[in-house]
């Protein structure tokens, strides 16, 4: 078929795109709670990028103090429900739970999170205030997680924080490059309000570049937080990439966050290119959209891929397909429309580099095409700011203080570590508001 809007009514496709791990209920988050041994040295904690008290905001569950256990988890990262619903706490605090190596379940941490900032929420509790003002403001570039956090410590360290947005929706990919089973766009924007009535002014539809370069911003403001995440997904450098039915990873994804299932498109046989936790995300979602067959295409091996493993069990779990050492030589053009992907097979030579196997090509047949292979820099903005170091499509920082080598000019967020997880950019906006106020504070003396 061609590529169409899904087969499915919109009832199968709220089933399908449900909340892959449903909130606990009130007596199951406290007899979860009571299993944890409440370690003195947590490796939980040293786990989380964010460094949340987890024994802390457990036993308050236990106890049932969700309000308590509400202001211990946002206190150290305010993006808490994001994190409990979206953060791969099977790699970090659930993995490092001790349970873990006694062959026992590790405590469901991020359901436990979930529970008490979903009921802060809820019940519109607050914890936060702004901090005297300090006659200094700041330009915040993203209303990403990282550009968030970083207005909102601000505002709590009496610094005036002006946040500059280049989409009409405020939340980064929050708002929209998520899977919708992980969370909800409306759950997303309401944890932005939730987080904004602390007082933080967003101009949304307000793009940082060639109508208002940076360097204004720096010269108008005391400090600059770069905080702008990636760019668009990279090219495959193949013939047949601007065919109708070839997508990057975020045009695919986009619309099942701000859009309707059934208003959605999909193809009958979708191929993705990558296998990083972004093509599992595109590969499921055209599973649950219900497409006949979804395959994930890869040069390299299984051990290899940069999926996490249990997003790997998920894709497998939705029925789609993995095809290793495969490499696209280009992409088939019928009536200027994709057709399927020729393709060749490859092996690993010496230096760790691939080489491709003789008389391996072939074709597989598709009507659609999604590119996931990891997003390029800004690189039009980083060249637009005079002095500003860069690596590669990471932006270089001071790790202890979030600073560029542009005077108060700071950054986070997968601008300088080239694609993270959203407690990654949380703390990035953390540690630079606290550098702006170090900077900002050696301005006044």
């Given at each position: 078929m061609p590529i169409q809007p899904p087969r499915l009514s919109p009832a199968e496709l709220q089933q399908n795109f449900a909340d892959i791990a449903p909130a606990l209920t009130p007596n199951e988050a406290v007899i979860e709670a009571s299993r944890c041994l409440f370690c003195y040295d947590a490796p939980c904690m040293r786990a989380c990028p964010t460094h949340i008290d987890v024994p802390k905001f457990i036993r308050q569950i236990m106890e049932r103090n969700l309000t308590?256990?509400?202001?211990?988890?946002?206190s150290?990262?305010?993006?808490?429900?994001?994190?409990?619903?979206?953060?791969?706490?099977?790699?970090?605090?659930?993995g490092a739970c001790v349970f873990n190596g006694l062959n026992e379940k590790p405590i469901q941490i991020g359901l436990l999170q979930r529970h008490a900032t979903d009921y802060a929420m809820a019940n519109n509790i607050h914890f936060f205030k702004r901090a005297p003002a300090l006659g200094k403001k700041a330009a915040v570039i993203g209303a990403g997680p990282a550009g968030l956090s970083c207005?909102?410590?601000?505002?709590?360290?009496?610094?005036?924080?002006?946040?500059?947005?280049?989409?009409?929706?405020?939340?980064?990919?929050?708002?929209?490059?998520?899977?919708?089973?992980?969370?909800?766009?409306?759950?997303?924007?309401?944890?932005?309000?939730?987080?904004?009535?602390?007082?933080?002014?967003?101009?949304?539809?307000?793009?940082?570049?060639?109508?208002?370069?940076a360097t204004k911003l720096l010269t108008e403001y005391d400090a600059v937080f770069l905080g702008v995440g990636l760019g668009k997904t990279a090219n495959l450098g193949i013939a047949?990439?601007?065919?109708?039915?070839?997508?990057?990873?975020?045009?695919?994804?986009?619309?099942?966050?701000?859009?309707?299932?059934?208003e959605c498109i999909v193809g009958e046989n979708v191929l993705v290119i990558g296998a990083g936790n972004t093509a599992i995300d595109v590969a499921t979602a055209a599973a649950r959209l219900g497409a006949a067959s979804v395959t994930i295409v890869y040069r390299r091996s299984e051990k290899e891929m940069p999926a996490f493993q249990y997003e790997y069990n998920l894709a497998k779990s939705d029925g789609v397909k993995f095809l290793w050492h495969t490499a696209p030589r280009r992409i088939l053009d019928a009536n200027g429309k994709v057709a399927g992907l020729e393709c060749y097979k490859v092996k690993m030579a010496s230096g760790n580099k691939l080489e491709s196997i003789p008389n391996s090509d072939h074709v597989i047949p598709c009507d659609m095409v999604v590119k996931a292979l990891g997003q390029d820099g800004l690189y039009d903005l980083y060249k637009s700011i005079p002095g500003l170091d860069v690596d590669g499509k990471r932006v270089v920082v001071n790790p202890k203080t979030g600073a560029t080598s542009v005077p108060g000019l700071f950054a986070g967020g997968d601008c300088i570590n080239g694609g993270g997880e959203v407690v990654d950019a949380v703390e990035h906006g953390k540690i630079a508001a606290r550098g702006i106020?170090?900077?900002l504070k050696a301005l006044l003396n």
């Open positions: 308590g256990s509400a202001k211990t988890i946002l150290a990262n305010i993006f808490g429900g994001t994190c409990a619903r979206a953060c791969p706490t099977e790699v970090l605090c659930e207005a909102h410590e601000l505002a709590k360290l009496g610094v005036e924080a002006v946040v500059f947005e280049a989409q009409p929706v405020i939340g980064g990919l929050n708002a929209y490059g998520i899977a919708a089973y992980k969370m909800t766009t409306d759950f997303a924007l309401a944890e932005v309000e939730y987080i904004r009535q602390i007082g933080v002014e967003v101009r949304t539809n307000t793009p940082v570049g060639k109508d208002l370069p047949g990439e601007n065919l109708e039915g070839c997508f990057e990873a975020l045009e695919f994804i986009v619309p099942t966050r701000l859009k309707k299932f059934e106020l170090q900077y």
